[in-house]
């Protein structure tokens, strides 16, 4: 019984997953199928979190499904983190998607499936969970992008995420390859057992961890791996875009947690000399700065997003450097980052989708001019969810960026702060200009004036998003303590 529990979230997101498809398949009505998504979802998290209440300790039975999955306070905090985000998606996806008229039950079940494969990523302690993992949630991730199929720009970004994400999955599985001859294991702590001893620094060892990063880090879109990103985030489906920059987003850097604390955790491995976190290191910083100026000359507000989202996973990558020198602090502060990452980035692509109707869809920066007088309400939720990327107190962005910078700081990273706190000021540029057209511009005569829609179920995601941006920010401990314990699985020092 208490492996059931234990797989409960996993099988609750699955089975809803399957029960939908089914009912989609005979029915020939739509208007519950976003709710029934979101209802599958949020049960998923809720589950995970039952679990963790009752506590893995307590959990007998879980070693028959190690290592291909590993059940601790770590999975169950990605699950709770990625049926948010999805549930969040779900509920954006019940209103556009009826609204630009590409209303289609096979969404949700893409969504959901996706999803699954997230939630299995996130718990993989074997390369081939991984690898299955991986390819589930990128398979419906390919799928929704292209979700619009008369739109050009949709086909075009689609296409990139696919053969990019491909060629990538392809590196990494042949990362994966290498070290298994290096090794003789598939599974992580095997790998890292073998990487501990006089023999795990071959060369072939070498290659296929640094080819098993590349894999990863382009699912985290990191520069120079982020080429697909802007294209696939702008072309697709707000809703979908939504669930690429948080579900997405964080499973990889689920993965790519498991890999650098289970696989090459060892103090060699950790090291500046000869270790992982200089090249970690040089991508934070080398993400963020690209990033955060291309973003300042975007004219859409959707392709500011999405380079946006590729700078906070620079910001992230911060804290996934200081690993090498505090592993459990600056762990906890990955987690904590991303969950406040979460919640204001699929708030502020959910404002997006509420800003615009069918044929008035806010695009571009001059589209939201002016909206602040006509429709107030709009404008102070994407405010709220704008300060909050920005890192401006008292939102989850503040305080998420506040423990990165902190991790590294304590890690004796000072340059590497320092460039990620010039970062966020120029960050605050173009997240300021956007409240700079919605409050103190006004549209130009003759142009496209962007409209909102009307939609239950945007407006509760938006209210669940800007209920936990605003909890995170005015009682971080508490969520930093549950980061601190699902942080408890790797080296403590």
Same mark, same amino acid.
């Given at each position: 019984m208490t492996i059931a529990l234990a797989l409960s979230p996993l099988l609750v997101v699955g089975l809803g997953a399957l029960a939908l498809m089914m009912v989609e398949a005979f029915s020939t009505h739509l208007s519950g199928f976003a709710l029934g998504a979101a209802v599958i979802l949020f049960a998923g998290g809720a589950a995970a979190g039952v679990v963790w209440l009752f506590g893995v300790e307590h959990l007998s039975g879980i070693e028959s499904v190690s290592p291909w999955l590993i059940i601790d306070d770590f999975t169950l905090f990605f699950d709770i983190l990625l049926c948010l985000g999805a549930g969040i998606a779900a509920l954006l996806a019940g209103g556009y998607l009826r609204e630009h008229r590409i209303d289609r039950g096979e969404f949700y079940a893409l969504l959901l499936f996706a999803t699954v494969g997230a939630m299995t990523l996130v718990s993989a302690g074997d390369a081939l969970t991984l690898f299955l993992g991986l390819e589930t949630m990128s398979i419906g991730a390919y799928a929704m992008t292209a979700f619009r199929r008369s739109s050009p720009r949709a086909a075009e970004g689609a296409l990139k995420y696919f053969l990019l994400g491909s060629f990538a999955a392809a590196v990494l599985l042949y990362g994966f390859a290498l070290i298994y001859g290096a090794t003789g294991h598939t599974d992580l702590m095997g790998i890292g057992a073998a990487a501990h001893t006089a023999a795990g620094r071959s060369p072939m060892l070498v290659i296929g961890v640094a080819l098993v990063l590349v894999g990863i880090?382009? !699912?985290?879109? %990191?520069?120079?791996?982020?080429?697909?990103?802007?294209? *696939?985030?702008?072309? &697709?489906?707000?809703?979908? /875009?939504?669930?690429?920059?948080?579900?997405?987003?964080?499973?990889?850097?689920?993965?790519?947690?498991?890999?650098?604390?289970?696989?090459?955790?060892?103090?060699?491995?950790?090291?500046?000399?000869?270790?992982?976190?200089?090249?970690?290191?040089?991508l934070a910083a080398v993400t963020m700065t690209v990033a955060n100026l291309v973003a300042g000359r975007q004219e859409s507000a959707k392709r500011m997003l999405a380079y946006s989202s590729i700078a906070h996973a620079g910001y992230a990558l911060v804290g996934v450097t200081a690993i090498g020198r505090v592993p459990? !602090?600056?762990? %906890?502060?990955?987690?904590?980052?991303?969950?406040?990452? *979460?919640?204001?980035? &699929?708030?502020?692509?959910? /404002?997006?989708?509420?800003?615009?109707?069918?044929?008035?869809?806010?695009?571009?920066?001059?589209?939201l001019a002016g909206i602040g007088k006509r429709n107030p309400a709009v404008a102070l939720a994407f405010s709220l969810f704008l300060l909050s990327l920005a890192g401006i107190p008292p939102t989850a962005g503040f305080f998420g960026k506040w423990f990165v910078f902190r991790a590294a700081i304590d890690g004796g990273l000072y340059w590497l702060a320092l460039i990620a706190l010039v970062n966020s000021v120029i960050a605050a540029y173009y997240y300021l200009r956007v409240l700079v057209y919605m409050y103190m511009r006004e549209p130009a005569a003759g142009a496209a004036v962007a409209r909102p829609m009307r939609s239950g179920y945007v407006t509760a995601a938006l209210l669940v998003s800007a209920v936990l941006v605003l909890a995170l920010g005015l009682t971080p401990t508490h969520y930093l303590d549950a980061a601190v314990d699902a942080a408890s699985f790797g080296p403590k020092g």
């Amino acid at each position: 019984m208490t492996i059931a529990l234990a797989l409960s979230p996993l099988l609750v997101v699955g089975l809803g997953a399957l029960a939908l498809m089914m009912v989609e398949a005979f029915s020939t009505h739509l208007s519950g199928f976003a709710l029934g998504a979101a209802v599958i979802l949020f049960a998923g998290g809720a589950a995970a979190g039952v679990v963790w209440l009752f506590g893995v300790e307590h959990l007998s039975g879980i070693e028959s499904v190690s290592p291909w999955l590993i059940i601790d306070d770590f999975t169950l905090f990605f699950d709770i983190l990625l049926c948010l985000g999805a549930g969040i998606a779900a509920l954006l996806a019940g209103g556009y998607l009826r609204e630009h008229r590409i209303d289609r039950g096979e969404f949700y079940a893409l969504l959901l499936f996706a999803t699954v494969g997230a939630m299995t990523l996130v718990s993989a302690g074997d390369a081939l969970t991984l690898f299955l993992g991986l390819e589930t949630m990128s398979i419906g991730a390919y799928a929704m992008t292209a979700f619009r199929r008369s739109s050009p720009r949709a086909a075009e970004g689609a296409l990139k995420y696919f053969l990019l994400g491909s060629f990538a999955a392809a590196v990494l599985l042949y990362g994966f390859a290498l070290i298994y001859g290096a090794t003789g294991h598939t599974d992580l702590m095997g790998i890292g057992a073998a990487a501990h001893t006089a023999a795990g620094r071959s060369p072939m060892l070498v290659i296929g961890v640094a080819l098993v990063l590349v894999g990863i880090l382009f !699912e985290v879109s %990191a520069v120079p791996f982020h080429a697909w990103a802007p294209d *696939a985030y702008e072309g &697709a489906p707000t809703p979908t /875009t939504a669930f690429m920059a948080v579900a997405v987003k964080a499973a990889a850097f689920a993965m790519l947690l498991r890999v650098l604390l289970l696989a090459v955790s060892d103090e060699a491995w950790r090291s500046w000399g000869s270790g992982w976190p200089p090249v970690v290191a040089g991508l934070a910083a080398v993400t963020m700065t690209v990033a955060n100026l291309v973003a300042g000359r975007q004219e859409s507000a959707k392709r500011m997003l999405a380079y946006s989202s590729i700078a906070h996973a620079g910001y992230a990558l911060v804290g996934v450097t200081a690993i090498g020198r505090v592993p459990a !602090e600056a762990t %906890a502060s990955v987690l904590y980052y991303l969950l406040g990452y *979460a919640v204001s980035t &699929a708030g502020a692509f959910g /404002t997006l989708v509420l800003c615009g109707s069918y044929g008035r869809e806010a695009v571009t920066f001059e589209d939201l001019a002016g909206i602040g007088k006509r429709n107030p309400a709009v404008a102070l939720a994407f405010s709220l969810f704008l300060l909050s990327l920005a890192g401006i107190p008292p939102t989850a962005g503040f305080f998420g960026k506040w423990f990165v910078f902190r991790a590294a700081i304590d890690g004796g990273l000072y340059w590497l702060a320092l460039i990620a706190l010039v970062n966020s000021v120029i960050a605050a540029y173009y997240y300021l200009r956007v409240l700079v057209y919605m409050y103190m511009r006004e549209p130009a005569a003759g142009a496209a004036v962007a409209r909102p829609m009307r939609s239950g179920y945007v407006t509760a995601a938006l209210l669940v998003s800007a209920v936990l941006v605003l909890a995170l920010g005015l009682t971080p401990t508490h969520y930093l303590d549950a980061a601190v314990d699902a942080a408890s699985f790797g080296p403590k020092g």
